[in-house]
């Protein structure tokens, strides 16, 4: 843990304050006053930093986890002879979640078209992998493009979402980030693989050794508060498609979807899934860099 040099104390970035959206200024704003004059050391400026880390990692996950109650209150409170079949309620729910986020300017227009463009390769992917059986939705409503209903797209969205969110939330700089084009070409790769596998070789352990090579030596510096952290990227990484698994058989649990061996009773996702989760958030992370191209760390 390192201190920078300088006394901008802010909730959110802090070189880069117009990244921040309207709404996030007013937080940084009130966060500042509230923590100004705290202790720099000892065990409650820790406790400091840990509580502003996990806000603004709440703060990141905001759509993921609207996405996550609208899925787990279908399953619980949602009435099966209801006019509107649960999967389009879903879909409506996903929207307005969307529709608020840009209202409120909780995403900027910068950020949206990545949002989307991860919604659309999410999308075309749901709907080559029903058709093969890899997973399966609930035949219900009409909200849908084949088997796919239109809520699923946003689940993909809110991966996006997250990782714009938490880049300028935590002015993320990098020390040895591989060149764009590289990542670009590997995220593709990943992306092809998804498909190509039901008919020819699965590269996923190639490409999982090309991302390792890649991404090895990068090392991401975020700041929390006062302390700014320095940690592995490929660390991160892991970390993240860990937590999208746990929230993916949350889902599975209230019945977003089901896997072939869930169909006969609700069992863990395999954990083979965290791989491919970790590929596809690749995926992410590469689109998200073509907005926020990785800086390096400021020289004190």
């Given at each position: 843990?390192?201190a920078?040099?300088?006394?901008?104390e802010?909730?959110?970035?802090?070189?880069?304050?117009?990244q921040?959206?309207?709404?996030?200024?007013?937080?940084?704003?009130?966060?500042?006053?509230?923590?100004?004059?705290?202790?720099?050391?000892?065990?409650?400026?820790?406790l400091?930093?840990?509580?502003?880390?996990?806000?603004k990692?709440?703060?990141?996950c905001?759509?993921?986890?609207?996405?996550?109650v609208?899925?787990?209150?279908?399953?619980?409170w949602y009435?099966?002879?209801?006019?509107?079949?649960?999967?389009?309620?879903?879909?409506?729910?996903?929207?307005?979640?969307?529709?608020?986020?840009l209202?409120?300017r909780?995403?900027?227009?910068?950020?949206?078209?990545?949002?989307?463009?991860?919604?659309?390769?999410g999308?075309?992917?749901?709907?080559?992998?029903?058709?093969?059986?890899?997973?399966?939705?609930?035949?219900?409503g009409?909200?849908?493009?084949?088997?796919?209903?239109?809520?699923?797209?946003?689940?993909?969205?809110?991966?996006?979402?997250?990782?714009?969110?938490?880049?300028?939330?935590?002015?993320?700089?990098?020390?040895?980030?591989?060149?764009?084009?590289?990542?670009?070409?590997?995220a593709?790769?990943?992306?092809?693989?998804?498909?190509?596998?039901h008919?020819?070789?699965?590269?996923?352990?190639?490409?999982l050794?090309?991302?390792?090579?890649?991404?090895?030596?990068t090392?991401?510096?975020f700041?929390?508060?006062?302390?700014?952290l320095?940690?592995?990227?490929?660390?991160?990484?892991?970390?993240?498609?860990?937590?999208?698994?746990?929230?993916?058989n949350?889902?599975?649990?209230?019945?977003a979807?089901?896997?072939p061996?869930?169909?006969d009773?609700?069992?863990?996702?395999?954990?083979?899934?965290i791989?491919?989760?970790?590929?596809?958030?690749?995926?992410?992370?590469v689109?998200?860099?073509?907005?926020?191209?990785?800086?390096?760390?400021?020289?004190?």
């Amino acid at each position: 843990m390192s201190a920078p040099g300088h006394s901008g104390e802010d909730f959110g970035d802090a070189s880069p304050q117009r990244q921040l959206t309207g709404l996030e200024r007013t937080i940084d704003r009130a966060a500042h006053r509230l923590l100004a004059g705290k202790p720099a050391r000892g065990a409650r400026a820790v406790l400091i930093e840990a509580a502003v880390f996990l806000l603004k990692q709440a703060w990141a996950c905001i759509f993921g986890a609207l996405m996550l109650v609208v899925i787990v209150a279908a399953r619980l409170w949602y009435p099966d002879d209801a006019g509107l079949a649960r999967n389009d309620a879903m879909t409506v729910a996903a929207v307005a979640i969307q529709i608020g986020m840009l209202v409120f300017r909780l995403e900027s227009g910068r950020e949206l078209w990545v949002i989307v463009l991860f919604h659309i390769t999410g999308t075309v992917m749901e709907l080559f992998k029903t058709d093969v059986g890899s997973w399966a939705y609930a035949a219900d409503g009409v909200l849908r493009i084949g088997a796919v209903p239109l809520f699923s797209g946003f689940m993909y969205a809110a991966v996006g979402s997250y990782m714009v969110r938490v880049y300028r939330l935590h002015d993320l700089r990098f020390t040895r980030y591989p060149p764009i084009w590289a990542t670009t070409v590997v995220a593709a790769a990943i992306y092809a693989n998804f498909f190509t596998h039901h008919y020819i070789f699965d590269a996923r352990w190639i490409l999982l050794a090309s991302v390792v090579l890649l991404w090895a030596p990068t090392v991401m510096h975020f700041r929390i508060w006062r302390a700014t952290l320095k940690v592995p990227l490929l660390l991160i990484f892991v970390g993240v498609a860990l937590f999208i698994w746990i929230a993916e058989n949350i889902a599975t649990l209230s019945g977003a979807w089901l896997y072939p061996s869930q169909t006969d009773g609700w069992e863990l996702v395999s954990g083979q899934k965290i791989v491919s989760w970790f590929l596809l958030m690749i995926i992410s992370v590469v689109m998200v860099t073509w907005v926020y191209r990785p800086k390096r760390p400021e020289v004190a």
